[in-house]
Protein backbone atom coordinates (compact mmCIF):
# COMPACT_ATOMS: atom_id res chain seq x y z
CA UNK A 1 0.00 0.00 0.00
CA UNK A 2 0.98 3.33 -0.34
CA UNK A 3 2.20 5.13 2.51
CA UNK A 4 2.68 8.93 1.77
CA UNK A 5 2.55 11.72 -0.47
CA UNK A 6 6.69 12.03 -1.48
CA UNK A 7 6.35 15.55 -3.37
CA UNK A 8 4.21 17.83 -5.14
CA UNK A 9 4.69 19.66 -8.28
CA UNK A 10 4.08 22.77 -10.16
CA UNK A 11 5.59 24.98 -12.62
CA UNK A 12 7.16 28.49 -12.07
CA UNK A 13 8.07 30.93 -14.18
CA UNK A 14 11.32 32.58 -11.90
CA UNK A 15 12.51 29.50 -10.04
CA UNK A 16 15.33 31.86 -7.86
CA UNK A 17 11.86 34.45 -7.15
CA UNK A 18 10.03 30.82 -6.36
CA UNK A 19 13.15 29.38 -3.75
CA UNK A 20 13.11 32.58 -2.51
CA UNK A 21 9.50 33.21 -1.82
CA UNK A 22 9.22 29.77 -0.30
CA UNK A 23 12.34 30.03 2.03
CA UNK A 24 11.82 33.12 3.22
CA UNK A 25 8.34 32.93 4.02
CA UNK A 26 7.08 29.42 5.00
CA UNK A 27 10.76 27.72 5.92
CA UNK A 28 11.59 25.58 3.01
CA UNK A 29 15.09 24.91 2.11
CA UNK A 30 16.36 24.09 -1.60
CA UNK A 31 18.51 20.78 -1.83
CA UNK A 32 18.62 19.64 -5.07
CA UNK A 33 18.66 21.19 -8.58
CA UNK A 34 18.94 18.95 -11.68
CA UNK A 35 18.48 19.58 -15.67
CA UNK A 36 16.15 17.01 -17.45
CA UNK A 37 17.75 16.12 -20.78
CA UNK A 38 15.22 14.96 -23.79
CA UNK A 39 12.24 17.08 -22.33
CA UNK A 40 11.51 20.33 -24.37
CA UNK A 41 11.17 23.29 -22.54
CA UNK A 42 12.06 21.95 -19.01
CA UNK A 43 14.92 24.13 -18.40
CA UNK A 44 15.42 22.85 -14.58
CA UNK A 45 13.70 20.70 -11.81
CA UNK A 46 14.21 22.16 -8.62
CA UNK A 47 13.44 20.38 -4.93
CA UNK A 48 12.63 22.12 -1.76
CA UNK A 49 12.16 20.40 1.89
CA UNK A 50 10.34 21.59 4.99
CA UNK A 51 10.13 18.56 7.28
CA UNK A 52 8.94 15.40 5.62
CA UNK A 53 7.49 17.89 2.91
CA UNK A 54 8.68 18.36 -0.61
CA UNK A 55 8.36 20.63 -3.07
CA UNK A 56 9.24 20.09 -6.30
CA UNK A 57 9.13 23.44 -9.18
CA UNK A 58 9.43 22.71 -12.74
CA UNK A 59 10.61 26.27 -14.40
CA UNK A 60 9.49 25.79 -17.73
CA UNK A 61 10.88 28.12 -20.66
CA UNK A 62 7.44 28.00 -22.57
CA UNK A 63 5.40 30.19 -19.95
CA UNK A 64 3.29 26.97 -18.93
CA UNK A 65 0.82 28.11 -16.37
CA UNK A 66 -0.47 26.03 -13.41
CA UNK A 67 -4.07 25.69 -13.13
CA UNK A 68 -6.89 24.44 -10.74
CA UNK A 69 -4.86 23.56 -7.31
CA UNK A 70 -3.54 23.78 -3.64
CA UNK A 71 -1.59 22.41 -1.49
CA UNK A 72 -1.73 22.92 2.38
CA UNK A 73 0.75 23.03 5.36
CA UNK A 74 -0.35 22.81 9.06
CA UNK A 75 1.18 25.76 11.44
CA UNK A 76 1.45 25.25 15.08
CA UNK A 77 0.99 29.06 15.28
CA UNK A 78 -1.91 30.54 13.14
CA UNK A 79 -2.45 33.68 13.88
CA UNK A 80 1.48 33.96 14.10
CA UNK A 81 1.84 33.41 10.51
CA UNK A 82 -1.02 34.65 9.24
CA UNK A 83 -0.10 38.32 10.07
CA UNK A 84 3.74 37.56 9.54
CA UNK A 85 2.90 36.54 5.79
CA UNK A 86 0.14 39.42 5.68
CA UNK A 87 2.65 41.41 7.00
CA UNK A 88 4.77 40.48 3.88
CA UNK A 89 2.08 41.72 1.14
CA UNK A 90 1.08 38.38 0.16
CA UNK A 91 -2.14 38.23 -1.70
CA UNK A 92 -5.01 36.88 0.77
CA UNK A 93 -7.28 34.16 -1.74
CA UNK A 94 -9.58 33.11 1.36
CA UNK A 95 -9.78 35.18 4.31
CA UNK A 96 -9.49 33.16 7.85
CA UNK A 97 -12.28 31.39 9.17
CA UNK A 98 -12.80 27.98 11.15
CA UNK A 99 -13.91 25.24 8.76
CA UNK A 100 -16.10 22.04 9.87
CA UNK A 101 -13.31 19.89 11.26
CA UNK A 102 -12.74 16.53 9.61
CA UNK A 103 -11.51 14.87 12.69
CA UNK A 104 -12.55 15.71 16.42
CA UNK A 105 -8.94 17.24 16.71
CA UNK A 106 -9.65 19.68 14.18
CA UNK A 107 -11.82 21.42 16.16
CA UNK A 108 -11.39 25.01 16.38
CA UNK A 109 -8.61 25.15 13.62
CA UNK A 110 -8.31 28.33 11.53
CA UNK A 111 -7.73 28.00 7.43
CA UNK A 112 -6.36 30.47 5.27
CA UNK A 113 -5.44 30.49 1.80
CA UNK A 114 -2.62 32.59 0.13
CA UNK A 115 -1.76 32.67 -3.61
CA UNK A 116 2.39 31.93 -4.43
CA UNK A 117 3.90 33.87 -7.18
CA UNK A 118 2.97 31.56 -10.02
CA UNK A 119 -0.85 31.61 -9.40
CA UNK A 120 -0.36 28.63 -6.77
CA UNK A 121 -2.84 27.99 -3.58
CA UNK A 122 -1.21 28.13 -0.33
CA UNK A 123 -3.84 26.71 2.40
CA UNK A 124 -2.52 26.47 5.82
CA UNK A 125 -4.57 25.24 8.67
CA UNK A 126 -3.65 25.02 12.29
Request: aromatic share 14%.
Amino acid sequence: MFTRIDHVAFSVRDRQKSIDFYEKNFGFKAYYEHDVPGVPNLEKVVYLQLGDTVLEFEHWTDGKENRGYHFCLISDDFDSDYQRLRAAGIPIVTKPHIPEPRKPQETGWKRVVFQGPDGELIEFRG
